[in-house]
């Protein structure tokens, strides 16, 4: 069954950047980013195909690129022009793989 484990996230001050990644324990094929900010309903921010084709949120365009690693079981979030409103847990996550679970997350804060 595979795992998967998020980090990278932390404290950064508007304007800023961070990457996120999501390692799995085995291979993956496609692969979707999440967040929750408090309060709110999980969202989807962007998804990998296997063959690497992406989508996103619209306001994720143009601020946020995904990106996969296949000899690394990785996926990762390229996040960049952070503003306050992006402060959420980030999760990875694809719901068409029988028996996946959520990880733990990696929370993103954005603050001056």
């Known amino acids: 069954q595979v795992q998967l484990v998020e980090s990278g996230g932390g404290l950064v001050q508007p304007g800023g950047s961070l990457r996120l990644s999501c390692a799995a324990s085995?291979?993956?094929?496609?692969m979707n980013w999440y967040r929750q900010a408090p309060g709110k309903q999980r969202e989807l921010v962007a998804s990998?195909?296997?063959?690497?084709?992406?989508s996103y949120a619209d306001w994720a365009k143009g601020r946020f690129t995904i990106s996969r690693d296949d000899a690394k079981n990785t996926v990762y979030l390229q996040m960049s022009s952070l503003k306050p409103e992006d402060t959420a847990v980030y999760y990875c996550?694809?719901?068409?793989?029988?028996?996946?679970?959520w990880g733990q997350g990696t929370q993103v804060t954005v603050s001056s």
């Open positions: 085995g291979s993956i094929a496609g």
């Open positions: 990998i195909a296997k063959g690497g084709g992406t």
């Open positions: 996550y694809n719901p068409y793989v029988l028996g996946l679970s």
